[in-house]
């Protein structure tokens, strides 16, 4: 218990009520002193700030951000494969599992190939999304992820808030040992991958691998590696 | 670090800055009384003209002005914030919250203005002009340099220097009452009403013992002149210390500054503003009517540094190597120092006002009520009645002096005599937390 309130009458120096006030001043200008003339610990983490000296604790929110929780369901993204076209082969699991049907998926069959779907529309409505993460586990192909560790950004329309395949499809690519594009040449042509992976939007500031739902999976890395490789992404 | 180092730059800048200012303005007075001179008036009406506009409109509003950025950053600091930084200069620049200042403005002058239906007309609109005007016009008698000779004239950095100076103090003090419950009563408001009363029971109450701290001053300096007043204290009494007020007048000082505290009409005297129960005398206003109550109130705080200043912290002494600098420097570089002098104590005066401000939770009626007249009358009387005694033992002023150190030490051993906290006995309640006027006479 940090503040034990004693309610005891006040004692002969007390009553003179000037010489509390001025002890409390005494304090007040402590505090004055130590805040107005050194600088803040920009410490996102507050309780890992260094309060010896400036004791704010403020957060300048919209400039400086406090990590997450491990596990926190930020905004969905799909995840792309190494070529940049969606994880995602359209199995309308996620959709189905959706509690809020904010999800719609356009199937289209991929040419060429008699059993592969792509999502040719994919539009989660994020206003209507409760934000509970059932697509992100319901989901065989880990195409549908929630670690982008963002807020769906305010919009002035309501439109906006309506998330198709363009805005959804970015970050780091993922890809496993037994993925079967991987032993089969992607479909795609070069400059149609290269053309991919830039339209791409980057992946969002505060990814890190706290949010990552796959053990062993670096969201970090892949950035970084992606980074090297030349390609978008902050 | 680099922070730390900043901010003494940054005072330092302000300092030399204000140097440069009065420098300016000493001139400007100089220029006014050599073109009174010029048309055959005595030369003190050219300076006090040009004093007028450069110490009041410029001088005093601008501290009023920035006091409300202050009144963001500062509180801001003694809360463990940061204040107001969201506008940046450039996209980039807070620059210390200052644009707020402008902002505020803006919005002060463009808002709606509202009149309640039941109003009295002309009052309604007389109000905010007859609470600002007369705290406004109590800076005239502020001497806020000396009096030197700049380009060929004498001149004072004062507007007017009338020899019933404190006695103008508290002629205006008292009617600026006036404008704060013609506010409330002319909005037609019950509200309103409530806090038009509040604040002139709280501010009747608190002229007396405004007047009665001064008295031990008067007879100290055996004047009401402040510009006599702010000369006097520069003489030596102890040594090498000067005769400054608050050296001689401890308990006088306490019970000025708190008695014009009240008369502020701020935390933690603001019971005819009380937010949460009545919202205050000034409820029906709105627009700029609200923003000249508004500044009023900011006014009414620098006023009160600046007279505090003037009568109990040596007025415009530098107090320190201030032989030295008469000696050495060009006088009117002197005097624009001494002024500087001043105005730095103000600025440290009004900060320690928001200090107390942010620091003081709102007090009950009674407590007010009883705070005046059960601690600070009896203390001012007890003031009074010392100092009439030693100045006729003593008329140089030593054993004043010697009276001011022993109750000086006296509030430093009481303030640090903490006492420890004894065992708790139960939900006690002690209600009335000051009023103890026996103890009042041994402080
Ligand atoms: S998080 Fe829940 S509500 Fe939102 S899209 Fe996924 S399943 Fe639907
Ligand atoms: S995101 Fe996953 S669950 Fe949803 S349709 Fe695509 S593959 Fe199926």
Redesign the interface.
């Known amino acids: 218990m940090p503040y034990q309130i004693?309610?005891?009458?006040?004692?002969?120096?007390?009553?003179?009520?000037?010489?509390e006030?001025?002890?409390?001043?005494g304090l007040?200008?402590t505090?004055?002193w130590r805040?107005?003339?050194?600088?803040?610990d920009p410490n996102t983490d507050i309780l890992e700030r260094d309060r010896t000296r400036n004791?704010?604790?403020?957060l300048?929110y919209p400039e400086e951000k406090q990590p997450y929780p491990a596990g926190y369901r930020g905004l969905h993204r799909l995840v792309p494969r190494p070529d940049g076209s969606p994880r995602c082969v359209a199995c309308y699991m996620c959709a189905t599992a959706c509690p809020a049907q904010c999800i719609f998926i356009e199937a289209a069959e991929v040419e060429g190939d008699p059993i592969e779907k792509y999502p040719k529309q994919f539009v989660i409505d994020e206003l209507r999304c409760v934000v509970c993460g059932f697509c992100v586990e319901a989901c065989p192909k880990d195409a549908i992820r929630m670690d982008t560790g963002e807020h769906p950004p305010p919009t002035y329309e309501r439109e906006g808030q309506i998330y198709d395949i363009r805005r959804l499809l970015r970050g780091a690519p993922v890809s496993y040992e037994k993925d079967p594009w991987l032993v089969r040449p992607s479909k795609l042509t070069d400059a149609a991958q290269k053309a991919n992976r830039a339209a791409a939007r980057p992946y969002g500031t505060a990814g890190s691998d706290e949010y990552s739902q796959t053990p062993g999976f670096s969201v970090r890395e892949l950035t970084a590696e992606a980074r090297a490789r030349g390609e978008g992404g902050k | 670090?680099?922070?730390?180092v900043g901010?003494w730059l940054v005072i330092g800048a302000v300092l030399v800055g204000l140097v440069g200012l009065f420098y300016a303005f000493y001139a400007l007075a100089a220029l006014g009384a050599k073109g009174a001179v010029a048309l055959g008036f005595p030369g003190f009406y050219g300076s006090a003209i040009v004093n007028a506009v450069t110490l009041m409109a410029v001088t005093l509003m601008t501290v009023a002005a920035l006091l409300t950025v202050a009144e963001r950053k500062?509180s801001?600091?003694?809360?463990?914030?940061?204040g107001a930084n969201r506008i940046l200069v450039g996209g980039k620049f807070a620059l210390g919250g200052v644009p707020y200042l402008l902002a505020d403005a803006l919005k002060m002058l463009t808002k709606e203005a509202i009149y309640p239906v039941a109003r009295s007309r002309f009052l309604f609109e007389a109000a905010p002009v007859l609470a600002f005007a007369p705290t406004f016009a109590l800076f005239a008698v502020v001497p806020v340099g000396p009096e030197v000779r700049a380009l060929g004239q004498t001149v004072g950095m004062w507007v007017a220097n009338p020899d019933a100076g404190l006695l103008w103090v508290f002629a205006l003090a008292g009617i600026s009452v006036y404008g704060t419950t013609l506010a409330g009563w002319a909005s037609n408001s019950r509200v309103g009403m409530l806090g038009a009363v509040r604040a002139s029971a709280q501010m009747i109450s608190y002229e007396v013992s405004l007047g009665m701290s001064l008295v031990g001053v008067m007879i100290a300096y055996r004047t009401v002149s402040l510009q006599q007043m702010a000369i006097a204290q520069g003489a030596d009494v102890l040594g090498p210390i000067p005769a400054l007020g608050l050296l001689l007048q401890p308990l006088g000082f306490?019970v000025f500054f708190t008695s014009s505290f009240a008369e502020t009409k701020r935390a933690p005297f603001d019971l005819p503003e009380g937010e949460s129960e009545i919202v205050g005398y000034f409820l029906e206003y709105s627009g700029m009517k609200f923003g000249l109550l508004f500044l009023a109130e900011f006014v009414e705080v620098v006023i009160l540094a600046a007279v505090t200043t003037a009568v109990f912290l040596g007025g415009w002494h530098p107090i320190f190597f201030e032989g030295w600098l008469k000696a050495n420097l060009d006088p009117m570089l002197f005097g624009a120092v001494c002024a500087a002098a001043f105005l730095g104590k103000l600025i440290l005066l009004t900060w320690?006002q928001l200090?107390?401000r942010?620091?003081?939770p709102r007090f009950r009626y009674d407590q007010i009520q009883g705070?005046c007249w059960k601690?600070l009358l009896p203390g001012a009387i007890l003031n009074v009645f010392v100092t009439g005694a030693a100045v006729l033992v003593d008329p140089s002023l030593q054993v004043l002096a010697w009276i001011g150190v022993a109750e000086i030490i006296a509030?430093f051993g009481?303030?640090l005599?903490?006492?420890k906290?004894?065992a708790?006995?139960?939900?006690?309640?002690?209600g009335d937390?000051?009023g103890?006027a026996a103890?009042?006479a041994g402080?």
């Open positions: 004693d309610n005891r009458p006040a004692d002969a120096r007390e009553s003179l009520y000037f010489p006030i001025f002890r409390a001043i007040v200008v505090t004055f805040n107005a003339f050194f600088s803040r004791r704010v604790t403020t300048q | 670090m680099k922070r730390f901010m500062w801001a600091a003694m809360q463990d914030r940061i306490l320690i200090v107390i942010w620091l003081l705070l601690l509030i009481i303030t005599a903490v006492s906290p004894k708790a006995h139960g939900g006690h309640d002690h937390a000051h103890h103890h009042a402080h």
